[in-house]
Nanobody, 116 residues
Framework: QVQLVESGGGLVQAGGSLRLSCAASGSIFSINAMGWYRQAPGNQRELVAAIIGGDSTIYADSVKGRFTISRDNAKNTVYLQMNGLKPEDTAVYYC??????????WGQGTQVTVSS
């Protein structure tokens, strides 16, 4: 019933920037948390950044100081601003939203490729 649509991925050179967006549509209720995950080929999916509860934010150590997560509650949208991109950031990025503390929904994934 809820769908998350991601956009903003692409190919960028090292040191460049991208901004990912994830918009939720459908029966939106009680968004408890929003987050961004990534998965590179051959690797586990890992948490990149998240907003939890009352706007508390967490970041993976590898992206601290470079990535910023934010949200627009009126648009049911979460963003990930990625600056100073590195080849190691290359992955498929997925957004996730938790509703009511009981249901998780995932975006379709968007490819981010950083060339050296």
């Amino acid at each position: 019933q809820v769908q998350l649509v991601e956009s903003g991925g692409g190919l960028v050179q090292a040191g460049g920037s991208l901004r990912l967006s994830c918009a939720a549509s459908g029966s939106i209720f009680s968004i408890n948390a929003m987050g961004w995950y990534r998965q590179a080929p051959g690797n586990q999916r890992e948490l990149v950044a998240a907003i939890i509860g009352g706007d508390s934010t967490i970041y993976a150590d590898s992206v601290k100081g470079r990535f910023t997560i934010s949200r627009d509650n009126a648009k049911n949208t979460v963003y990930l601003q990625m600056n100073g991109l590195k080849p190691e950031d290359t992955a498929v990025y997925y957004c996730k939203m938790n509703f009511g503390g009981v249901m998780n929904f995932w975006g379709q994934g968007t490819q981010v490729t950083v060339s050296s």
